[in-house]
């Protein structure tokens, strides 16, 4: 072989095992692409991720107290939404939970980030299980608002004790609401049309911070011919110790059905929530709700539904 010949077939060797360098290169970076799956949903995120699911959901199951008193007792179930990769081997897992049985409303949802070796590295609840607004519970208000209208209006309208602080006179009513009393969680029962005893409750929205207050009302007509009254979250307002106002929570939308809690139980408790008429010579009484920070002092509730007036607590 001439030195000449001798060239051409060193370079064409270099040709060859650069092309194979090249081939190799690009089949392993195939294989590392292989390796991620990707964005993946429902049955798809299960198969794909098996590691970080399974951590995800063993964690989920042992750790229920994320999910407040309410749910930490009850068997849950969830499901798995989304299987988000991201940074370092590291993938973002949304998940779905609710009570496995007498459920009916909308699910929780939460997301938890799991690294390649099913470690949690944190944990976020999105949103918490909302039940769906109970009918009967709806029922139950009516009717118990009726009833105390029908009711107290056949007895005599009693007078304001002198220089009760708690009893007030609007333009056409007059008003008493009690002092304010907080509490975790409010429970109570109450019986539907057909005379079926049901037990409801509400919780705050922000369990770790606040409470709830609740505070009972007595509105009478003594000089109008007929008040119309829409009781809602602009019903009233609730001013604490540092002059922050807050408004009454919805009695029927924050309310879930429960077991019975001695501790928490409110007797004689009757949501004041929705319309109603008010004839003259008649009286109606029930509780509004607000939510609180912990440890919040009362300054005064200020009414103005149909009316205005102020009852002062300090």
Do not use: C
């Amino acid at each position: 072989m001439t030195e000449e010949n001798r060239l051409e077939q060193n370079e064409q060797d270099t040709t060859e095992e650069t092309q194979e360098t090249e081939v190799s290169v690009v089949t392993e970076a195939a294989e590392s692409s292989d390796e991620s799956p990707g964005f993946a949903f429902g049955d798809d995120a299960v198969q794909k991720y098996p590691t970080q699911v399974r951590a995800a959901l063993d964690y989920a199951e042992s750790n229920k107290y994320e999910y407040g008193p309410r749910l930490r007792e009850l068997e849950l179930i969830w499901d798995v939404i989304s299987v988000e990769p991201m940074s370092n081997g590291i993938v973002r897992i949304r998940i779905e939970f609710m009570p496995v049985s007498g459920f009916r409303g909308d699910p929780g949802a939460e997301y938890m980030d799991i690294d390649a070796n099913g470690a949690v590295l944190a944990r976020r609840q999105i949103n918490s299980v909302k039940e769906n607004s109970p009918v009967v519970l709806m029922g139950i208000t009516a009717v118990s608002v009726v009833v105390a209208v029908v009711v107290i209006s056949m007895m005599t309208i009693f007078k304001p004790e002198s220089g009760d602080p708690l009893y007030v006179a609007g333009r056409t009513l007059w008003i008493r609401a009690e002092r304010p009393i907080s509490q975790q969680f409010i429970v109570y029962s109450g019986a539907d049309l057909s005379g079926t005893i049901h037990t409801w409750a509400m919780k705050p929205d922000d369990e770790e911070n606040n409470v709830l207050a609740y505070i009972e009302v007595t509105l009478i007509n003594q000089t109008s011919g007929t008040v119309n009254l829409v009781i809602d979250e602009s019903a009233a307002t609730l001013m604490d110790g540092n002059r922050s106002s807050y408004e009454p929570v919805n009695t029927i939308d924050r309310t879930y059905s429960a077991e019975d809690s001695p501790t928490f139980n409110v007797p004689e408790f009757i949501p004041m929530w929705g319309t109603l008429k008010l004839s003259v010579g008649e009286q109606v009484t029930g509780m509004l709700v607000f939510e609180i920070p912990r440890g919040s002092t009362f300054k005064e509730m200020r009414w103005k539904a149909s009316d205005s007036a102020v009852i002062r607590y300090q």
